[in-house]
């Protein structure tokens, strides 16, 4: 998902404002809205790599926005932040950790640690994603009965047939080990090498 937005959820605007200058030197595409309609629509638009949402909002709470995004299997895994400006009550952080937010943190936020973590959890995100599409195109090769890369004729040369569970495995002839010289010399006469670096 190259250039995934990170998107900010919050109904005060100062606050908006304030996440937005705390993760501008990160310099990923930032998108704000003010309430939980918005974000459910942004998400579902695609190309949001990271949520930063407020627990507390009047259309939709927060948490409600993770319930939703969690039942979709496009938006599942997306990371989200909890922002929450009356403290880390345990009720409410034990049912953000139970809907699998990635973090809840106190209003106001510390501008380095937001930033410490996004950029963490954002490039987790984006490697997941590579990783999933790599397996994806892999599958589809395996599937399509063509190996990852092309044979000496441009085209795609077939996999070899996977082994048969009966069928033996030729044994590895020993290879005898190579001496050094110089060890071999110093055996012969009784004398002991020494590294001379």
């Known amino acids: 998902m190259p250039d995934a937005r990170i998107l900010i959820v919050d109904d005060h605007r100062d606050t908006r404002y ?10 990923h595409r930032l998108c704000c809205v003010a309430g939980g309609d918005e974000a459910l629509k ?14 507390c909002m009047p259309d939709v709470s927060g948490l409600d926005v993770v319930r939703y995004l969690r039942r979709l299997e496009q938006t599942q895994h997306i990371p989200v ?3 929450t400006g009356f403290g880390l009550d345990p009720a409410l952080t034990s049912e953000a ?19 410490t973590k996004v950029r963490y959890l954002y490039d987790a995100h ?10 994806r195109g892999l599958r589809a090769l395996v599937e399509a009965g063509a190996a990852p890369g092309p044979g000496p004729d441009g085209t795609r040369a077939a996999l070899p047939a996977p082994p048969r569970p009966d069928a033996r ?8 080990a190579q001496r050094d010289p110089a060890r071999r ?13």
């Open 185 to 197: 010399d110093a055996e012969r006469h009784g004398t002991e090498q020494c590294d001379t670096a």
């Open 18 to 27: 304030a996440l937005e200058s705390a993760l501008a030197p990160l310099g």
């Open 169 to 176: 495995v030729p044994a590895v002839p020993a290879v005898p």
């Open 81 to 83: 932040v909890l922002l």
């Open 97 to 115: 950790f139970a809907l699998g937010v990635a973090d809840l943190l106190p209003k106001p936020v510390d501008p380095g640690s937001l930033r």
């Open 126 to 135: 984006q490697r997941r994603l590579a990783l999933e599409r790599e397996v």
């Open 42 to 55: 942004e998400v579902l638009r695609g190309r949001v790599g990271l949520v930063l949402l407020d627990v």
